[in-house]
Nanobody, 123 residues
Framework: QVQLVESGGGLVQAGDSLRLSCAAS????????MGWFRQAPGKEREFVAA????????YYSDSVRGRFTISRDNALNTVRLQMNSLKPRDTAVYYC????????????????WGQGTQVTVSS
């Protein structure tokens, strides 16, 4: 059983940056592809980014590519999401998730989820 705990959310202004962190425990971290998802009020959860087990490959949604960077530190069992040039439409609860599967883009493929951290971007 893997436990995931996100941190780093907050209230920022448009154009600002935030870095989210997700600490994992209870499993072998580098067995999992790690992903970030987000859910805005009244909207479905959406894929944001994913990183392969070794960190050798990263994937992004079109809406964040070029602004967000996902990274992981397998020695520290941590995955991070650096978010730059934030926009009001980035406002959402951000979730960290872990999957042992191959479909990195689908939330249904993920086995474990954190509790989420709120990111609010004001205009």
């Amino acid at each position: 059983q893997v436990q995931l705990v996100e941190s780093g959310g907050g209230l920022v202004q448009a154009g600002d940056s935030l870095r989210l962190s997700c600490a994992a425990s209870g499993g072998t971290f580098n067995n999992y592809v790690m992903g970030w998802f987000r859910q805005a009020p009244g909207k479905e959860r959406e894929f944001v980014a994913a990183i392969l087990r070794s960190g050798s490959g990263t994937y992004y949604s079109d809406s964040v590519r070029g602004r967000f960077t996902i990274s992981r530190d397998n020695a520290l069992n941590t995955v991070r999401l650096q978010m730059n040039s934030l926009k009001p439409r980035d406002t959402a609860v951000y979730y960290c998730a872990a999957t042992s599967g191959q479909n990195y883009f689908s939330g249904s493929a993920y086995d474990y989820w954190g509790q989420g951290t709120q990111v609010t971007v004001s205009s």
